[in-house]
């Protein structure tokens, strides 16, 4: 009996939560919003922010196409003018006019044109920052608290910044 030892594994058991965490999700939101704008907001589940993407975009891109319309306009009818043509609609306006609108109406398109791919572009920058912060871990174990603390020598109250991690 004396030769015959069991052998007892003892196993650490981690009391850490193990968190899954996938390095390709912010690459996929950011892919998603890419293809579809909103659709990587979708994927993080932020459905609230649709809306706000498509408000973004879409109020751009009405400037952008009512200015070009505008701008199109005034550079027609100023070419009619040069070639001895006059329109009804715009009559009432001399060359520097016609001139200084079709300025006027082409740098707003151009940054009505800015704005729509800024827009594109945070939308996507949007979906990956979104997509990589919800991969931190922030449970109960993990705060953060303000204390109030009374100082020893001139019972002064101070304030003070407690970090506390439960293990």
Do not use: C
Not at 115 to 131: E, S, T
């Amino acid at each position: 009996m004396a030769q015959k030892t069991t052998k007892q594994e003892v196993v650490a058991k981690d009391t850490l939560k193990s968190i899954d965490i996938d390095p390709l999700t912010p690459a996929k939101a950011a892919f998603y919003s890419a293809v579809l704008p909103g659709l990587g907001q979708a994927y993080n589940k932020r459905y609230w922010k649709i809306p706000l993407v498509y408000g973004a975009i879409g109020t751009s891109l009405y400037f952008y196409i009512d200015s070009n319309k505008k701008y199109h306009q005034f550079r027609d009818e100023y070419k009619r003018r040069l070639e001895g043509h006059t329109s009804e609609e715009f009559s009432y306006l001399d060359n520097a006019r016609l001139i200084a609108g079709q300025k006027f109406y082409q740098r707003n398109r151009d940054l009505s044109s800015l704005f729509v791919v800024g827009f594109y572009v945070l939308n996507i920058i949007d979906a990956n920052v979104d997509a990589a912060l919800m991969q931190f871990n922030v449970d109960d174990r993990l705060s953060v608290k303000p204390t109030l603390y009374q100082n020893s020598l001139n019972f002064k109250t101070n304030v003070g910044l407690s970090l506390n991690y439960n293990f």
